[in-house]
């Protein structure tokens, strides 16, 4: 058999295999865990003159996670994300966007920073993650409604991976990215949508 029909057939043999993620987070094992930055995204928009949400994301991010599973307010999360890794889909207005001081102004504040100060749990499965988010320079509270989506196997991973959903929201004027706000076309808040695995610390 060719080498890529046994690649195929392996995978399906261990997607019928694989394990359903366990939604509670009792399951998971307490301690330190590690973002993959292969399955996670930070996607953002904001109003473009009434007509549209405009998106775009951030391709690098990393950060660590402290979780405990019999009381995760006690939990912790510490994101980083490149500014320059900025993704709108236009290569040219990336480089704008990532560098240029009305924007990120990537040169001066290398990076972007979310660091958990108050978990609150408003479900089984959902909290109120509450952190400082570190932009330009400026750190502002922001809290994301987050949902634990289970605990289970990510494929080349020995230990367990946690995956995570989260929503939030801030105002970019909050921390200096006023440009173009005053023509009243351009929105003002960001929304955030945001997914990530977290694998178990090795």
């Known amino acids: ?25 009792k399951a998971a094992p307490q301690g330190e865990y590690v973002l993959d930055p292969a399955h996670a995204s930070v996607v953002w928009s904001l109003s473009h003159a009434g007509l549209s949400q405009y998106t775009a ?9 402290d979780f405990d599973p019999e009381a995760p307010e ?10 320059l ?31 958990s100060t108050s978990i609150q749990v408003t479900g089984e499965n959902t ?42 929201e801030f105002l970019r004027s909050d921390f200096g990215l006023d440009y173009l706000i005053s023509l009243g076309n351009i929105g003002d ?3 955030l949508r945001i997914e990530t695995e977290f694998n178990e610390a090795q």
């Open 127 to 168: 909290g109120l993650i509450t952190g400082d988010l570190t932009l330009r320079g400026v750190t502002k509270p922001v809290t994301l409604k987050t949902t634990f989506n289970g605990v289970g196997k990510s494929f080349g991973h020995p230990g367990e991976t946690l995956g995570f959903s989260a929503q939030g």
């Open 74 to 83: 006690n939990s912790r999360v510490d994101i980083v994300i490149d500014p």
């Open 1 to 25: 058999m060719k080498p890529f029909l046994l690649t195929l057939l392996a995978g399906a043999l261990l997607s019928a295999c694989a394990t359903p993620p366990d939604p509670s987070p």
């Open 189 to 191: 808040k960001i929304t």
């Open 57 to 65: 994301r951030f391709d690098k991010i990393s950060g660590a996670l």
């Open 85 to 115: 890794s900025v993704h709108t889909g236009l290569p040219e207005f990336d480089t704008t966007i990532a560098t240029d001081s009305k924007y990120l102004d990537a040169e001066n504040h290398p990076e972007i920073r979310f660091t």
